[in-house]
């Protein structure tokens, strides 16, 4: 992560939704806006750009299969 120096977006954030919204998407905007890709682990074939248009319409918590091995922490 040296490529974003100190400014690693709200690291010390605590609440599920704090580390979500300023936290995941924040990064993912970062990296957007350098207009790089993104993929994610439920659909890791798909690379996401600015451009991207929607892989699914529908709420897609409904429709995630993959196994997430990772925990945000408490």
Known sequence: M????DNFPDSKET???DIICKGEIALSQFFLEKKY???????????????S??????????????????YHRK
Do not use: L
Not at 2 to 5: K, Q, V
Not at 37 to 51: G, M, V
Not at 61 to 70: E, L
């Open 15 to 17: 609440t599920k939704f």
């Open 2 to 5: 040296t490529y974003m120096n």
């Open 37 to 51: 890709n993104i993929t994610c682990i439920e659909w890791p074939d798909e690379a996401i750009s600015n451009q």
């Open 53 to 70: 248009k929607a892989i699914r319409t529908s709420d897609v918590k409904k429709n995630v299969t993959a196994k997430h091995y990772f």
